[in-house]
């Protein structure tokens, strides 16, 4: 007899019913139902685009030519 029948898990749940008792069991469950609900909204939140940030400061680029260095200052500022 290598099977579990119905008796089997009615006294499993009897066990476990015992151990931690109903209020414990309820409380678990609304604690998977919360983390579940806080994945999902996780997951909504990713797939909304982030903004662009933009740069407190000018972009600076150094260049260096023969032996001589030249300072390039440009701005990058998008209106919108």
Known sequence: MGGTSIWHWIVVGLIVVLLFGRGKISDMMG????????????????????????????????????????TTVTTDHKVG
């Open 31 to 70: 604690d998977v139902a919360k983390g579940i609900k806080a994945f999902k909204k996780g997951m909504s939140e990713d797939e909304t685009p982030a903004k662009p940030v933009q740069p407190s400061e000018p972009v600076r680029t150094i260049d260096h030519q023969n032996g001589t260095t030249t």
